[in-house]
């Protein structure tokens, strides 16, 4: 398949892999960001290519794995509402709340229903004048600008049985917390490549500057991958610090503007819990004053609630790079991805579900 | 489908419940569908059940299908129906003969859809050599159902010297397999609603009692037959590693797969290895034999595209790995629950 496989080249994997062999000294620490960047590590078992000296943290960037407790339990709260009907990406379904999934209030009777994006949900509450849908938005940067595209096109239509349920983060501002907090080991960051397609990278100069750490733009596949490593080991080895793109098929400086605009149309920026890790300031996105008949929290006047984590799991250190999945008690034991604990087990792109698949 | 006969009921055009009854309308539904389609001496004695001789060691499975939707690119829940339960019972190195045939069918079904599967199930059927002897129909209330569930049940003898099983796979063994991967289920998604994705791919649902035939037709010594449906290759592998206790390598450059297949699963995140097939025949046999029962197989239209894609050693026991295409090794595990799309 063409645009896909040139970057599953053996030959060229293995050019790289040397390179990085030859450019490496020391020892590195090197966190990527994207869930999608871990599975891909975990696939291709790309650690297999990787001198012993370079270790590979994973970061938290799973939207699944980082949406706070609190919000699945509201998520929840909703699904069991006869009058409305809950709308989400397939991955949500499985996490578990406090106390239920959504996959069994379905099986309880809820009207849970998978989407694979929102513009289907605003067709499902055009179809179902009687029923508030509620779409449980939640992502990166990635799926924003498509979320808010559903807000004002049901504004558009004057569809206003429509809400999201917004659970949305921003990667800077995690980058910044990790960085910031006591303890840190990462010295160089891959950085989200498409998250970066719609952003541009111009937010992640300040950041390397500041923290003196190399960021590269990093895409998905083996090449990709093994290219943004050999680009960050480059930078620490000549003890430089700055942004580099690596993914440049895909990502410009200002990246889209368009996409960007429908995000700022509709959402804005306020501080967010991230599951695992706390609240992050100014990391997450809620819908703004002029788009709040669109906010289900609002909408359903859903309360303020505080709910603790199994005390088994320790997702929110997995999350921030803290601990490997395999260093965790419960991993495989009480916690799989039949009967997870937490989230990082039941997201595909989760890194412990990466683990169990791939590596137990 | 093209509807090639008209439908042979004309006073209802839908099922009512009276159909289930087992009074006249019943009797009109047998009459007039099943024994025109479907109709043999065991179904025309009209007996609560069929009597028939089988000789030897006889191999039996049964399986229910409630596939949605009913009508699918490549077939539809009749064809699969007789397809699922010949294929089951030909994996056991038994040959298929007799099936059973039980309808629950909602109130309200179109009566035009209900004769369109029931020649699907005939045609198939007389494709596949085998005859139905026995059957039922019951009708649920609309809303109880979901238009038609099938149970399928099949029976068929072993002949003299074969000996198939999960737990016979050897290391050494060579693992052939008839074909692309994850046909049916691509399939199955792209006609359902809400997930709206134009491709030309089409289900893999065939019968392979003749495929497994052939692979006899080389050898006796075969060691394990399995056709990898629900949760794809990776979970046949798996159970097959479990059950002998060895270790499976397969080669992720030697998997065959369609481009429009690999399209799909790339845009939708979905993993080929975890994708279901319904016309697909896993081969193990001793690597002496291997490129003969290879040949076999291309014979056979149904066969035409085998090939080696793993062998069996006693690395890792009860785990499949994968040489990766960038020449790494991982493990491939069974799937959990059902797969679902990524997010980002």
């Known amino acids: 398949m063409k645009y896909v496989e040139e970057y599953r080249d053996m030959d060229l994997v293995r050019k790289i892999s040397g390179e990085i062999h030859r450019t490496c000294s020391k020892a590195w620490k090197i966190m990527e960001i994207c869930g999608g960047q871990t599975h891909s590590i975990m696939r291709y078992n790309l650690e297999e290519f990787l001198p012993d000296k370079i270790s590979l943290i994973h970061g938290p960037g799973c939207p699944v794995c980082v949406t706070p407790l609190e919000l699945i339990d509201k998520a929840i709260e909703l699904a069991g509402k006869d009058d409305v009907i809950l709308t989400s990406f397939g991955d949500m379904l499985r996490v578990p709340g406090s106390e239920s999934d959504l996959l069994k209030v379905k099986a309880h009777g809820g009207d849970v229903r998978m989407v694979y994006s929102p513009l289907d949900a605003v067709k499902i509450a055009e179809n179902n004048p009687g029923k508030k849908v509620v779409f449980f938005a939640v992502g990166f940067e990635t799926t924003a600008p498509a979320n808010a595209f559903s807000v004002i096109e049901a504004k558009r239509k004057n569809i206003h049985n429509y809400s999201l349920l917004s659970s949305h983060v921003l990667v800077p501002p995690a980058i910044k917390a990790i960085l910031s907090s006591p303890g840190s080991e990462i010295q160089a960051f891959l950085a989200a490549g498409h998250v970066c397609t719609v952003m541009g990278y111009e937010e992640y100069i300040p950041l390397a500057a500041e923290f003196n750490v190399p960021i590269v733009i990093t895409g998905f596949e083996p090449v990709d991958i093994l290219q943004g490593i050999l680009a960050s080991v480059r930078q620490l080895e000549q003890g430089v610090a700055r942004v580099e793109n690596e993914y440049s098929r895909v990502v410009s400086r200002e990246g889209n503007k368009a996409a960007q605009e429908s995000m700022n149309k509709v959402f804005t920026t306020i501080d967010r819990k991230w599951r695992g890790i706390g609240i992050i300031p100014e990391s997450g996105l809620a819908l703004s004053e002029e788009f709040s008949d669109f906010d289900a929290e609002k909408i359903f006047g859903l309360e303020k609630i505080e709910k603790q984590e199994s005390p088994l799991c320790i997702a929110g250190e997995v999350l921030q790079g803290k601990k490997k999945p395999t260093e965790c008690p419960a991993f495989g034991k009480e916690c799989t991805p039949e009967n997870p604990l937490g989230a990082p087990m039941v997201s595909s792109e989760g890194a412990c579900a990466a683990y169990f698949r791939y590596k137990h | ?344």
């Open chain 2, 1 to 344: 489908m093209d509807l090639s006969c008209p439908v042979p009921i004309t006073n209802y055009d839908k099922i009512t419940l009276a159909h289930g009854g087992g009074g006249s309308l019943s009797n009109q539904l047998i009459e007039k569908m099943f024994l025109k389609e479907l109709g043999n001496s065991y179904l025309e004695e009209g007996h609560d059940g069929a009597i028939f001789d089988l000789p030897g060691k006889l191999a039996m499975s049964t399986d229910s299908f409630v596939v949605n939707p009913i009508f699918f690119p490549g077939g539809d829940i009749g064809k699969l129906a007789v397809h699922g339960t010949v294929n089951d019972v030909a994996c056991c190195g038994a040959l298929p003969k007799f099936l059973t045939l039980a309808l629950i069918l909602e109130e309200g079904f179109p009566m035009e859809e209900l004769w369109l599967i029931i020649q699907s199930i005939g045609q198939a059927a007389r494709d596949a050599g085998v005859q139905i002897i026995t059957g039922d129909t019951k009708v649920v209330e609309k809303g109880k159902g979901d238009k038609i569930f099938i149970n399928t049940s099949g029976i068929g003898y072993v002949p003299e010297g074969r000996d198939i099983s999960p737990s016979n796979c050897r290391p050494g063994d060579i693992i052939l397999i008839n074909g692309n991967i994850a046909d049916h289920g691509v399939a199955i998604m792209s006609s359902r609603e809400g997930l709206e994705f134009e491709t030309s791919i089409e289900s893999d649902t065939q019968a392979l009692n003749k495929l497994v035939e052939s692979v006899f037709s080389v050898t006796k010594d075969i060691h394990v037959l399995r056709d990898p449906t629900r949760g794809g290759l990776s979970s046949s592998l798996n159970e097959i590693a479990k059950a002998s206790n060895t270790g499976i390598e397969i080669y992720e450059k030697q998997l065959p797969l369609s481009e429009e297949v690999k399209g799909a699963c790339e845009i939708l995140g979905l993993d080929p290895l975890y994708i279901a097939n319904e016309g697909k025949l896993l081969v193990f046999v001793p690597e002496e034999h291997a490129d003969n029962v290879l040949k076999a197989m291309k014979q056979l239209p149904e066969g035409k595209n085998s090939c080696i894609i793993g062998r069996v050693d006693n690395k890792s026991p009860g785990m499949v790995r994968m040489k990766t295409s960038i020449g790494s090794s991982r493990i491939v595990d069974m799937i959990s629950g059902e797969q679902l799309p990524r997010i980002c």
